[in-house]
């Protein structure tokens, strides 16, 4: 958001993002503040490859020249997000909050903005510690939450709000300590923007995300463009279309009126003003969603393949004629992003990961038995 603020010519951020310390890279943000486009990146690397080696400096001498400004981004930061959100409703509603931040760059935000009312917010990893100890990775998926869980299950709380490592993207644990899916926090998030703030825009989704906002996209009459994974595809698209609310499975999401990037904590910030608003639990929340568009079950497979596979598993899922899969029929398939095949009231997708060496297998179905089938059926075809 400081970009925009401070009206500056884009910002390099060094991140690995989820992953371990090796993988840390650049990541441009050019002067709209989002997520750089491929033409960006591209002609990026080829002034990187022209440039000549100059003079070096170390921070000190750079701060005494003037190369280097200093500044806090955090109160204009909070300042913006105070505008976007209603936090004395939040602050007096008196929710049990518990946060990890995953020793990520979001440590002490939630605390912050919330304190002063009703409502208390319990920390837990708000210290930044860029080896996140004791954790595979500081990615706010279910497998990675079983402290703040087990911690909701034993005490009891009104909500959990997981962040990343970078803070753009949320993890919600209900009232009962059970993760809800990015995929129904996405549409809880877009229904609480149609219905209870009466907004209207475009919904813009990430491939392998909700069926569940396509039919909310019909029941408001907004219309809902599907991209490419990566914000990269999805936040020019926003910026297009002027859309109301951007998103991905990875749980990131970003909302009109602020930036086109992900933004985990106005994220969970917007599902406590739903809650406060409603007096909802998450539970009630989601039961809300269900009652508008029906049940939706939804996991995804991470798997490792041999180099060697690659080609073999592209042929595989290319193939044409394919019928069903783990006895259930296909309806029809799109190449939006590796390809996906859909069903009845679902679909299945198979894509390998930009960013990691995998092979992703995601499957939404009406239940998590046709779920279950799904993936076995697609992991028997592909063999892996």
Known sequence: YNVLH??????????????P?????FKFKPEYAGSATQEITDRLEGFIAQAATGPTYNAAEGRDSGLIVDLEPQGPYMERIASLVDLDVI??????????SMYGAGGGYLPALL?????????????????????????????????????????????????DGDADRVGIIDE??????????????????????????????????????????????????????????????????????????????AFRGHIPERDGILSGLYFLEYMASTGDTPTRLLQRLTDKVGPHSFHRRDIAFKATDQE????????????????????????????????????LAVRFSGTE????????????????????????YLGV
């Open 6 to 19: 401070h009206q500056a010519g884009g910002a390099a951020i060094i991140t690995a993002s989820h992953n």
């Open 21 to 25: 310390g090796q993988w840390n890279g």
């Open 91 to 100: 602050k007096g509603a008196g929710l049990d909050v518990v946060v990890d």
């Open 115 to 163: 304190s002063g009312g009703k409502t208390t917010v319990s920390e837990l990893h708000g210290s930044r510690n860029p080896a996140f100890p004791g954790m595979e990775q500081p990615e706010p998926i279910a497998h990675n939450l079983n402290e703040v869980t087990s911690l909701i299950a034993a005490n009891g709380a009104s909500i959990g709000i997981a962040l």
């Open 176 to 253: 009962h300590g059970r993760f809800v899916t990015t995929l129904d926090t996405f549409s809880i998030l877009a229904q609480y923007l149609l219905e209870q703030k009466q907004q209207r825009g475009a919904i813009v989704k990430g491939v392998t995300s909700s069926i569940a906002l396509n039919k909310l996209g019909e029941a408001y009459g907004v219309d809902v463009h599907e991209m490419r994974v990566g914000f990269k595809n999805i936040g020019p698209k926003m910026s297009e279309v002027d859309a109301l609310m951007g998103g991905e499975e990875s749980g990131g999401f």
């Open 312 to 347: 073999r598993i592209l042929e595989m899922v290319s193939a044409p004629g394919l019928a069903e899969i783990g006895g259930v029929p296909i309806l029809d398939t799109d190449t939006i992003d590796g390809r996906r095949f859909h069903v009845e009231d679902g679909w």
């Open 357 to 380: 060496p995998l092979l992703r297998i995601y499957a939404e179905a009406a239940t998590p038995e046709l779920v279950t089938a799904l993936l076995e059926g697609a992991m028997e």
